[in-house]
């Protein structure tokens, strides 16, 4: 299985950076994991609705560049489906049995994704109604893919 993780920036904080690290390593043993950055695009601190849709459109095209045509795409959106960790974990597994070994999380910048993005998805699941920096949220998606492997291997978990 192979896991990417495509996001929009760099982390920047010394403590999300290290709690990356801490779940990459865990999850060694259960899949390649390899996270994607790719840059996110310069823009003043107000924009106008054209401005913030040329913004996701630049940053979409950068991820569109990092997934191959047989890959697995799961876009996190706030208006995704919602799911618990078990059905998370599922979805994984159905993924593996069906032969889909490539799978792609993307998160988009602080401006969400672009509707290209969205449309090549093959899912949208949203972790909840709050809307979450998206450094933090691939931390966030870390743990819940750790999490989702202890629960695919009946290995015990914190619930």
């Known amino acids: 299985m192979r896991i990417q993780i495509i996001c929009v920036g ?6 999300l950076v290290q709690g990356n ?5 865990r999850l060694g043993s259960y899949a390649k994991v390899i996270i994607e950055e790719v840059p996110d695009e ?3 601190e107000v924009l106008s609705e054209a401005e913030m849709v040329q913004v996701k459109e630049r940053e979409g095209e950068r991820i ?3 997934i191959s ?3 697995h795409v799961v876009a996190l959106a706030i208006d995704g489906k919602e799911k618990s960790s078990e059905q998370f974990a599922a979805g994984i597994d159905g993924l593996m049995t069906y032969g889909k ?3 792609a999380f993307v998160i988009g910048g602080s401006l969400g994704l672009s ?3 969205l449309t090549r998805a093959d899912e949208k699941i949203s972790f909840g109604r709050m809307t979450l920096p998206h450094q933090l949220m691939r931390l966030v998606l870390l743990e819940q893919v750790y999490r989702a492997f202890r629960i695919m291997r009946g290995e015990p978990y914190h619930k």
Do not use: F
């Open 101 to 103: 070994s490539k799978i």
């Open 10 to 15: 760099k982390l920047k904080e010394k403590y």
């Open 21 to 25: 690290a801490e779940y990459l390593k």
């Open 64 to 66: 569109l560049g990092k």
């Open 115 to 117: 509707d290209v993005v």
């Open 42 to 44: 310069k823009a003043p």
């Open 69 to 71: 045509a047989d890959t």
